[in-house]
């Protein structure tokens, strides 16, 4: 069984492992996975799900977020906002395809950056 890239980002923002491989039993053996914390004081309701998606669409691959056993397409700003994510929340992102590994990078500074919100 082939691995795959993932990264995670604790509270401080720092990135930790990004690349590394895994082995992992998940349905999708060729993802680039990024597991962050929410540690800022928003949490994932409709304008950060907006600008979440929006960065999202504008990527050529597929993404998923994972929080707690559930899944949605991170493209959908309401599945975004069904996961009912908040600060202290670990979200897993998950790409595939063209320009994943950008995409996971773009996504996961979105949260450890507050969605740019001030």
Do not use: W
Not at 33 to 56: L, Y
Not at 82 to 110: M, N, Q
């Amino acid at each position: 069984m082939e691995g795959r890239k993932v990264g995670s980002l604790g509270a401080d923002g720092q990135n930790v492992e990004f690349g590394a491989v895994i082995n992992t039993h998940m349905e999708n053996e060729s993802a680039d996975i990024c597991r962050v914390e929410m540690v800022n004081r928003h949490f994932m309701g409709f304008g950060p799900a907006c600008i979440f998606a929006d960065v999202a669409i504008s990527c050529l691959c597929d993404i998923r977020v994972f929080k707690g056993g559930r899944s949605v397409n991170a493209k959908s700003i309401m599945e975004l906002l069904a996961l009912c994510a908040c600060p202290g929340d670990y979200l897993t992102i998950e790409a595939e395809g063209p320009g994943a590994d950008e995409a996971i990078k773009k996504l996961s500074a979105l949260i450890t950056n507050s969605y740019g919100i001030r």
